[in-house]
């Protein structure tokens, strides 16, 4: 193992069981995260690997939760902020599935309604619900309100809250 | 078609169909209210009136409408003096008032209140008014108004002046107005536009929008003029109250200049925008809306509750 390959395998070992989500632009890892619910506080192993080289983004984070399979419908509230990310599963070190993430029609639970006086914002026992109206540029419509959430208030939910 | 058991938390969720059988019913509803002032079709049933945010014509067309249909009325016109001053949910109320009545009609401050309440409760919700949200029985009344002073929804060139950017009844007004013309005149200050969401929402139902602060040039065109007021209670901000207000006021002179039928409407309370002396004028009809607000309220509750088809 020269150098080169010894730091690699370092920095993004082969996990046995779980899901991986290559191709997240570099800088989003915390913020995919956050959108999938991840504390740290499951208790499995999760690895992060930010800024690594990557033919097709320049640079991206890679996220490697062990022992735990994501659903698409789990994960496709990422492409939100990650449209390029693909998702792995793992079994017994081999990928046994792999796709890419999909904007869903509609958003639960993730995004908050960036219009202050929306009645999801206040001490209700809702969920926020968006439909999806338009993918890049993301235009979100609130479904209660039915103001819309731009795709900057989005990024900017999980920015702050990651800083 | 059944309305029986409908929410109606904006219009935008009923078919052209179906809000023609409610301007319908009510038409037959005013018949009836000149030959007697109380029917019993809703003897027995209970509305409830739940108002977080102030109102006298809302409020009190509902309960005129309900009393003239034989039902009866409960109900609250302030949060104050009610659990919501403990700190008890929305949700939670709803789900207390409506073990007391039939149906409830709901005003709250918050956008998207009516949505939630429709989610939590068994029975059925009425929005009168959802912050600067929707509120689809003044929307419903002014169809009712246009129809009777027009023959007609369609094919009129209407024209929406004042503050339509936190005015909830224009918004309501445009996107169901979209459903019969395919053009639409916004007129007002700069700083009071259209929502974006809204032109996109209309311009993707093929409406072609003219928007303008320019009323004088478009008056000679207009076959409808539907004036609101500038809401000083829904600027953040009083500065930008203080340099909008007062920006429009329509006159008998400048009326010279307006066909002859056109009509003018105000969803009501008015401040300054339009001068008394339009009130004698043929084209003012904006104290018939309010009469047609009670019909339009006994024909929705009529239909909801299930007591016509």
């Given amino acids: ?163 | 078609m059944g309305l029986k058991g409908r929410d109606v938390i904006t219009l935008e969720d009923f078919s052209v169909n179906e809000i023609l059988k409610i301007l319908d019913t009510a038409r037959d509803m005013e018949k009836l209210l000149l030959k007697k002032r109380k029917m019993d079709l809703l003897e027995g049933y209970i509305l409830a009136t739940l108002f977080f945010e102030p109102s006298t014509r809302t409020r009190l067309s509902f309960e005129s409408a309900m009393y003239r249909l034989g039902g009866s009325v409960i109900g609250f016109s302030s949060a104050e003096g009610t659990s919501v001053q403990k700190g008890e949910s929305l949700a939670d109320t709803i789900r207390t008032v409506e073990k007391y009545s039939d149906i409830i009609v709901l005003r709250h401050p918050r956008m998207g209140a009516a949505r939630l309440a429709a989610e939590v409760a068994e029975i059925p919700i009425i929005n009168a008014g959802d912050g600067s949200g929707h509120h689809p029985t003044q929307t419903l009344l002014d169809l009712y108004t246009i129809r009777k002073a027009r023959g007609t929804l369609e094919k009129l060139n209407i024209g929406l002046l004042g503050d339509l950017k936190y005015g909830r009844t224009v918004h309501s007004l445009s996107l169901v107005l979209s459903k019969f013309n395919k053009k639409l005149y916004l007129i007002s200050p700069e700083m009071l536009k259209m929502p974006q969401e809204i032109i996109h929402e209309l311009n993707e139902k093929g409406v072609e929008t003219i928007e303008t602060s320019d009323l004088e040039a478009v008056l000679p065109e207009l076959d409808v003029l539907y004036v609101t007021r500038i809401q000083k209670e829904r600027f953040p901000d009083i500065q930008e109250y203080e340099r909008v207000k007062g920006t429009y006021k329509i006159t008998p002179e400048l009326l010279d200049r307006a066909k002859d039928t056109l009509i003018i409407m105000h969803p009501l309370p008015r401040v300054d925008e339009i001068d008394y002396r339009v009130d004698r004028t043929r084209h003012a009809i904006y104290f018939e809306q309010v009469q047609n607000g009670v019909v339009v309220r006994m024909a929705l509750l009529a239909l909801i509750l299930g007591v016509i088809e």
Avoid: W
């Fill in chain 1, 1 to 163: 193992m020269n150098e080169n390959e010894y730091e690699r395998e370092l920095r993004v070992r082969k996990i046995k069981d779980g899901t991986v989500i290559d191709h997240i632009p570099a800088g989003k890892a915390l913020a995919v995260m956050k959108i999938l619910g991840l504390t740290g506080k499951e208790g499995n192993t999760i690895s992060i690997v930010m800024n690594v080289g990557s033919k097709k983004l320049g640079k991206k984070d890679v996220l490697k939760i062990e022992k735990k399979e994501l659903r698409s419908k789990e994960v496709n509230a990422i492409a939100l902020i990650a449209p390029s990310a693909t998702i792995n599963i793992i079994r017994d070190y081999k990928v046994v599935r792999k796709y890419k993430v999909r904007v869903p029609k509609e958003i639960t639970k993730v995004i908050h309604c960036s219009n202050p006086a929306c009645i999801t914002n206040y001490r209700e026992p809702t969920i926020p619900k968006f439909k999806v109206i338009k993918t890049n540029p993301l235009i979100l419509k609130c479904m209660y309100c039915g103001r819309y959430t731009l795709e900057d208030d989005v990024i900017k939910q999980f920015e702050v809250s990651t800083a």
